[in-house]
């Protein structure tokens, strides 16, 4: 079945800790996306991809970091530097590089112990 | 940048009535408008998207309707079920080069059986 996987489903980070949400898309998309979802607000924009070996900046990328080396796969590292890590984080991917028709994965919930 | 505004943040209907959200958009420029449900667990679906060239757009028991003048958009479910409890998302973007997808908070319906 052709898709968005993201993993692990839930994660704990230790304080300091930098930790890796992994997004991997077999749907052959050039665009992928990270957003991040805070009870009662809406999906607010990470970073996001049009194609491979690069990415920009989304509305709240500190604290961030990304990579896409591969069409398929675009992981998120949240580093120490992100001092409010808690929350439902997703992934999405776009048949063109631009914001038209997204699908989303099931999300990976991150929770600071 | 845009700014989208949802209502209600909570919607309770009885199974078989109508459930409808509205949402509000600020830069007169947006053309696209997606709604997302998002069940619990899982990512947003995409449900119906209309441009702003449209000024009602219908699929089954949901329809969409934009007033540009106004700048607002509506979500409309008839003879509603309880697989439609879901969290609804509005959105609102420019379609350009750059990406700008703008998400309302979100409107939790449950259907009452």
């Known amino acids: 079945d052709g898709g968005i996987t993201q993993s692990p489903k839930y994660l704990f980070r230790k304080e300091g800790q930098n930790v890796t949400l992994s997004c991997e898309q077999n749907l052959n998309h050039d665009a992928m996306y990270w957003y991040r979802q805070d009870p009662g607000q809406g999906l607010r924009l990470i970073y996001y991809s049009q194609i491979v070996n690069d990415f920009q900046k989304g509305d709240i990328a500190e604290g961030y970091s990304v990579s896409r080396e591969k069409k398929e796969s675009f992981p998120l590292t949240v580093t120490s530097a992100q001092k409010n890590p808690t929350a439902f984080y997703l992934c999405?991917?776009?048949?063109?590089?631009?914001?038209?028709?997204?699908?989303f994965g099931s999300g990976t919930q991150l929770s600071v112990l | 940048g845009e700014n989208v505004e949802q209502h209600p943040s909570t919607l309770s209907v009885q199974e078989g009535d109508s459930a409808v959200i509205k949402c509000t958009y600020s830069?007169?420029?947006?053309?696209?408008f997606p709604w997302y449900k998002q069940e619990l667990g899982k990512g947003p679906q995409l449900i119906i998207d209309?441009?702003?060239?449209?000024g009602e757009k219908k699929d089954q028991r949901i329809a969409v309707t934009l007033n540009k003048t106004a700048k607002h958009f509506s979500l409309h479910i008839t003879e509603t079920q309880p697989e439609d409890s879901a969290v609804y998302f509005c959105?609102?973007?420019?379609?350009?080069?750059?990406?700008?997808?703008?998400f309302g908070a979100g409107t939790t319906v449950t259907v009452r059986a």
């Open positions: 209309i441009r702003s060239n449209v």
């Open positions: 999405a991917s776009s048949i063109e590089p631009v914001n038209e028709k997204l699908f």
């Open positions: 959105a609102a973007s420019i379609h350009s080069n750059d990406y700008k997808l703008s």
């Open positions: 830069d007169s420029a947006s053309n696209y």
